[in-house]
């Protein structure tokens, strides 16, 4: 069954470090997403992206955050200088709605960031 | 804004003892409601969509309703392997507008 993964599955950084969260969605999909879970937490939208751009973002979403899609199956994260409260399960997920009726987006296992 | 409030936020509950998850919303238009089930650790893992009022779907021992207030997730003689916390979601119309999620309900189930 294809699925969506993550790597690496646990990152330790140090305040003020650049990390990059890497994912390979589900090959045929066309959406792309990233959220995150702080500990305790709902699971929280940060961004969108379709067609090669972002489609939507949130407001956790600020300038230190950006994505790529470096080539035809990676989708990236990229953490300018990660701060204290970056800490958080960070899930990558994609959908492909043009298919069919169902909607719904399949999650990969997750990256646990810890910054220090 | 759109929100969800799932209630309640832990359950415990015997092996095969029936009982049932309330997820409340309230969004601007409702392209789809949808259950995940995560398990410690681990990402959301996709259960079912509903799309309109009175919309009900099945698997195994689960089973999701929708109302247009509100969604139920009812566990018949659940077992142990059935814990998990379980998270409500809803979706806009529009696109691929972003998932707003519940809080989840952490249930337990004792053999």
Request: with cysteine.
């Amino acid at each position: 069954e294809p699925e969506v993964t993550q790597t690496p599955s646990h990152q330790v950084t140090q305040m003020g470090q650049e990390v990059i969260l890497r994912c390979v969605p589900i090959s045929n999909h066309l959406y792309f997403y990233w959220y995150r879970q702080i500990l305790g937490q709902k699971v929280e939208f940060l961004v969108s992206f379709y067609n090669n751009e972002i489609s939507e973002k949130s407001e956790i979403f600020d300038d230190q955050f950006s994505v790529e899609r470096p080539d035809g199956s990676n989708f990236t994260l990229k953490i300018r200088s990660t701060k204290l409260e970056d800490s958080a399960m960070y899930f990558c997920a994609s959908s492909d709605p043009e298919q069919g009726i169902d909607t719904e987006a399949f999650f990969g296992q997750g990256t646990r960031l810890t910054v220090v | 804004e759109d929100q969800v409030t799932q209630s309640p936020e832990a359950l415990r509950l015997q092996e095969g003892e029936s009982s049932s998850l309330n997820c409340s919303y309230t969004v601007s238009g409702l392209r789809g409601l949808f259950w995940y089930r995560q398990d410690p650790g681990k990402g959301p893992e996709f259960l079912f969509t509903l799309y309109s009022a009175g919309e009900e779907k099945e698997k195994e021992r689960l089973k999701a309703t929708l109302t247009k207030k509100e969604s139920f997730l009812h566990i018949t003689a659940p077992k142990p392997e059935d814990s998990a916390t379980y998270l409500c979601a809803v979706q806009a119309p529009s696109g691929n507008t972003p998932l707003v999620f519940g809080k989840g309900t952490r249930l337990s189930v004792i053999a």
